[in-house]
């Protein structure tokens, strides 16, 4: 293994002392982390929050077997020690990664295959906003749903993190895009980064909407993260062959359902956590983002929306920012500089 001299022994961490609300979250110092022969050793400058880290921290969503117990499944930083079988970066790299957990914390664990460079132009601050948000749009609307250039789209939540990527990164290629928003504001600012139809849910039928829009033929790929009552909904949305994507259940996992339509209309219903695949996969997808995203990134055509950082020790107001739905895009935690 090969690090940088002097690295210390302990860092400070963020620590839950119980399955619960936000406050069972504290700041606590403990060993930094040891790597395998494939990871590497990140000294972290800012991680990401998202939507798992508040079901891990309740008890809902427990991590891996093999992966760490701390939060976080986004960072950036600095290349500190690297494994024995590591080739393709070096001590003192730039990187941002996809971690298995980890990132509320001064030094991170992560494959090495799952890290890529700072896009160019961007900030750490920046680059810590991509892993977990466009690993797993590309996934699943590209790679499993094979949105293609003139279909139409639909994500609901747009402007969640994962909304806005999903938004920015279908019209980069080429696609109609319809979401939902729960106010005005955030109606505007989708409109703003290139959604071209948007329904507030609390006062449109967006059911309606899209049929009149699309001459009732429906969208060709759905990205759901509500589930509940949208899942009957978005499936009579669904054009002929469409595909239909889970990735998250904000009203819960159970409809009533009348499933006669995904046989007419030869639709095709998926779902998938990020979290749960394996290394080898996420190195796949890591690549794909490299070559198709990456230079999007680097040219501003596409960029992580910052919505609020807040330093480590204020974790708590962190995640109770996301639980208040209130936020336009990423939630970030400054860890070092």
Same mark, same amino acid.
């Given at each position: 293994m090969s690090t940088t001299s002097h690295l210390p022994v302990t860092m400070r961490y963020v620590s839950v002392t119980g399955a619960g609300a936000a406050d069972v979250m504290q700041l606590s110092q403990g060993p930094i982390p040891q790597i395998s022969a494939d990871d590497v050793l990140i000294k972290v400058a800012y991680a990401g929050v998202n939507r798992p880290d508040l079901l891990q921290r309740a008890g809902s969503y427990a991590p891996p077997p093999t992966a760490s117990p701390i939060m976080g499944l986004e960072v950036s930083g600095e290349v500190v020690a690297i494994g024995t079988n590591v080739t393709q970066w070096h001590v003192g790299d730039k990187v941002c990664a996809l971690t298995p957990g980890g990132g509320y914390a001064?030094?991170?664990?992560? /494959?090495?295959?799952?890290?890529? /460079?700072? /896009?160019? #132009?961007?900030?750490?601050?920046?680059?810590?906003?991509? /892993?977990?948000?466009?690993y797993t749009v590309w996934v699943n609307v590209f790679e499993t749903c094979r949105l293609k250039s003139g279909e139409k789209f639909l994500v609901h939540g747009g402007s969640s993190g994962i909304g806005l990527t999903a938004i920015q990164l279908a019209k980069a290629f080429g696609a109609e895009v319809f979401t939902t928003v729960g106010n005005a504001e955030k109606s505007a600012f989708c409109k703003s980064i290139g959604a071209d139809h948007v329904f507030n849910?609390? @006062? &449109? &039928?967006?059911?309606? #909407?899209?049929?009149?829009?699309?001459?009732?033929k429906g969208v060709d790929v759905i990205l759901d993260m509500v589930g509940g009552s949208y899942i009957e909904k978005n499936l009579r949305s669904l054009a002929l062959e469409g595909r239909y994507c889970f990735i998250a259940f904000l009203e819960g996992g159970t409809a009533n359902v009348d499933f006669r339509p995904v046989m007419m209309k030869?639709? @095709?219903? @998926? #779902?998938? @956590?990020?979290?749960a695949r394996s290394d080898s996969q996420k190195a796949a997808i890591a690549l794909a983002l490299k070559e198709k995203v990456w230079p999007l990134l680097g040219s501003k055509k596409v960029s992580p929306v910052i919505h609020h950082t807040f330093e480590l020790e204020q974790i708590v107001d962190a995640h109770k920012l996301m639980e208040s739905s209130t936020h336009i895009g990423k939630i970030m935690l400054k860890v070092g500089g």
């Open positions: 001064q030094y991170c664990a992560a /494959p090495a295959a799952h890290c890529l /460079p700072i /896009p160019k #132009g961007f900030s750490m601050l920046q680059a810590a906003g991509v /892993p977990e948000n466009f849910y609390k @006062t &449109d &039928d967006w059911m309606a #909407g899209i049929a009149n829009i699309t001459h009732k030869r639709q @095709t219903i @998926t #779902g998938s @956590t990020l979290r």
